[in-house]
């Protein structure tokens, strides 16, 4: 049984018209979720986006011990007792690339912790070489057994400086929150500055931690005692990669889209790009205004670390090149199975030519038929969506649950609500693809 999206195609109307809420952000709550382990108390966390990975997550702690309770839709309330496991139930941790953060709370509030390799999106290759890097340099012995890693701190972590050759979001948070509990200070070079990084921080430093220089390259932890949730309560910041998207499917099929519970502030790059597209965009506080204009621009595109244009927008940027006039290159740097979509859309009708894994040139404007598509990952999955909606006819798009429904919640009934013509299925089927 699988979930399937069934789209009716706009055809090139600008149809879509009202309001969209942002919900909280998945790579926000995830970390946020596993640093209840650095708490001596009961957390209360806020905002938790409805989707897949963060159930995943809470099911993760609480095989290893956790108790939880979900006292109303998106509040939780995490409390990790002296009896915790210290290895990441492998059966759950394999499927989601964020459990691999849950290792740097365990290990550094327990002295040890197993994990498996992580799963997640199929997006190219997804080494560990710096979190077993860190852990060396904090002290740690690592060990390989089948595919799991064990890795041991006896006495306890100990604060390091360490460089991070390649700038990594989850090696930057696994760090940051093993240093709030290690002896001594970590510094964190080259680290990473997504705002994610920056809303953990401040709350585990309201709750305790001594952590500064987020969302600067250097990051300096002074470890202590274990944190207090008493009289906090985290709230996730809003998702800023579904607010880019709900940006790009308003700009090319919205009359007048408003898109709400947003941090504008977090999506200068996407906005910079669509308006030199010829995008109208306006932006308050909490709230973007977009509209479709009659016209698109070609414009080139280079995914780049925060503040740069985010990595997790590239598909449905590109589906929004297709609808341009002219040349557009897409640079992908970050990972270099995330143009793996490309030939999908390009059997929707869209002019895409791979120059190599990392870079595509697309020339617009091409108008979008409807397809069977199979969702290779999440953001990709939402890609589909985008270009399903602008296309002609039906399109239907499988795998819902493994991908789509990993990252967005309710995307369907929200879409509709906006004028898409948007149904969810079960298919029971084993080669949906034609
Ligand atoms: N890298 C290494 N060694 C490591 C870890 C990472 O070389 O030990 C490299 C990667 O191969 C990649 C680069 O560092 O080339 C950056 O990867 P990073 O570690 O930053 O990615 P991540 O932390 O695994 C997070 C998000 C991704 C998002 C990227 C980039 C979470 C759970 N995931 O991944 O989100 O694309 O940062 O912003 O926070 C998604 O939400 O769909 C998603 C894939």
Same mark, same amino acid.
């Given at each position: 049984?699988?979930?399937?999206?069934?789209?009716?195609?706009?055809?090139? #109307?600008?149809?879509?018209?009202?309001?969209?809420?942002?919900?909280?952000?998945?790579?926000?709550?995830?970390?946020?979720?596993?640093?209840?382990?650095?708490?001596?108390? %009961?957390?209360?966390?806020?905002?938790?986006?409805?989707?897949?990975?963060?159930?995943? $997550?809470?099911?993760?702690?609480?095989?290893?011990? =956790?108790?939880?309770?979900?006292?109303?839709?998106?509040?939780?309330?995490?409390?990790?007792?002296?009896?915790? @496991?210290?290895?990441?139930?492998?059966?759950?941790?394999?499927? $989601?690339?964020?459990?691999?953060?849950?290792?740097?709370?365990?290990?550094?509030?327990?002295?040890?912790?197993?994990?498996?390799?992580?799963?997640?999106?199929?997006?190219?290759?997804?080494?560990?070489?710096?979190?077993?890097?860190?852990?060396?340099?904090?002290?740690?012995?690592?060990?390989?057994?089948?595919?799991?890693?064990?890795?041991?701190?006896?006495?306890?972590?100990?604060?390091?400086?360490?460089?991070?050759? !390649?700038?990594?979001?989850?090696?930057?948070?696994?760090?940051?929150?093993?240093?709030?509990?290690?002896?001594?200070? %970590?510094?964190?070079?080259?680290?990473?500055?997504?705002?994610?990084? =920056?809303?953990?921080?401040?709350?585990?430093?309201?709750?305790?931690?001594?952590?500064?220089?987020?969302? %600067?390259?250097?990051?300096?932890?002074?470890?202590?005692?274990?944190?207090?949730?008493?009289?906090?309560?985290?709230?996730?910041?809003?998702?800023? /990669?579904? =607010?880019?998207?709900?940006?790009?499917?308003?700009?090319?099929?919205?009359?007048?889209?408003?898109?709400?519970?947003?941090?504008?502030?977090?999506?200068?790059?996407?906005?910079?790009?669509?308006?030199?597209?010829?995008?109208? /965009?306006?932006?308050?506080?909490?709230?973007?205004?977009?509209?479709?204009? @009659?016209?698109?621009?070609?414009?080139?595109?280079? %995914?780049?670390?925060?503040?740069?244009?985010?990595?997790?927008?590239?598909?449905?940027?590109?589906?929004?090149?297709?609808?341009?006039?002219?040349?557009?290159?897409?640079?992908?740097?970050?990972?270099?199975?995330?143009? !793996?979509?490309?030939?999908?859309?390009?059997?929707?009708?869209?002019?895409?030519?791979?120059?190599?894994?990392?870079?595509?040139?697309?020339?617009?404007?091409?108008?979008?038929?409807?397809?069977?598509? $199979?969702?290779?990952?999440?953001?990709?999955?939402?890609?589909?969506?985008?270009?399903?909606?602008?296309?002609?006819? #039906?399109?239907? /798009?499988?795998?819902?649950?493994?991908?789509?429904?990993?990252?967005? #919640?309710?995307?369907?009934?929200?879409?509709?609500?906006?004028?898409?013509?948007?149904?969810?299925?079960?298919?029971?089927?084993?080669?949906?693809? !034609?």
């Amino acid at each position: 049984m699988s979930n399937t999206f069934v789209i009716k195609g706009l055809e090139g #109307e600008r149809a879509l018209h009202g309001s969209v809420a942002v919900t909280g952000a998945k790579n926000a709550a995830l970390k946020a979720i596993a640093a209840t382990v650095l708490f001596r108390d %009961t957390v209360t966390l806020t905002n938790i986006p409805l989707i897949n990975d963060t159930e995943r $997550m809470f099911e993760l702690l609480k095989d290893m011990g =956790a108790e939880v309770s979900n006292p109303k839709k998106g509040t939780y309330t995490v409390f990790i007792p002296q009896k915790f @496991s210290s290895d990441l139930t492998p059966s759950i941790a394999k499927r $989601m690339r964020a459990s691999v953060v849950a290792t740097g709370p365990v290990l550094a509030r327990f002295g040890k912790v197993s994990f498996p390799h992580p799963g997640g999106c199929v997006i190219g290759a997804r080494p560990l070489d710096l979190f077993v890097d860190g852990f060396e340099k904090m002290g740690a012995i690592v060990t390989m057994k089948e595919d799991r890693y064990f890795v041991e701190a006896k006495g306890g972590l100990k604060g390091a400086e360490f460089f991070l050759k !390649n700038k990594s979001v989850t090696v930057t948070e696994t760090f940051m929150m093993a240093g709030v509990l290690a002896k001594g200070t %970590t510094v964190i070079k080259n680290a990473a500055m997504e705002p994610e990084i =920056a809303d953990l921080a401040a709350f585990l430093n309201t709750c305790g931690a001594k952590i500064v220089g987020v969302g %600067t390259p250097t990051i300096t932890i002074k470890g202590g005692k274990l944190l207090s949730g008493k009289g906090h309560t985290y709230k996730t910041m809003p998702d800023r /990669i579904e =607010a880019g998207s709900f940006l790009v499917l308003g700009a090319l099929a919205a009359r007048e889209l408003h898109i709400t519970n947003c941090n504008p502030a977090h999506l200068e790059s996407p906005i910079e790009i669509l308006r030199s597209a010829g995008v109208g /965009i306006e932006v308050k506080k909490t709230e973007i205004i977009v509209r479709a204009p @009659s016209r698109l621009m070609a414009v080139d595109i280079k %995914t780049h670390e925060y503040p740069g244009f985010p990595t997790d927008l590239q598909a449905p940027m590109t589906v929004f090149l297709t609808q341009a006039e002219g040349e557009s290159k897409v640079f992908e740097t970050i990972f270099e199975g995330r143009l !793996n979509y490309t030939e999908a859309l390009a059997s929707m009708g869209a002019q895409i030519t791979m120059m190599d894994p990392h870079r595509a040139l697309v020339r617009g404007k091409s108008s979008l038929r409807g397809r069977k598509l $199979m969702s290779p990952d999440l953001r990709a999955g939402l890609a589909f969506v985008i270009a399903a909606i602008i296309a002609k006819g #039906e399109s239907v /798009i499988h795998n819902v649950d493994t991908t789509i429904d990993r990252g967005y #919640e309710n995307i369907d009934s929200r879409l509709r609500a906006i004028g898409v013509d948007i149904k969810r299925a079960e298919i029971i089927s084993e080669n949906p693809i !034609n």
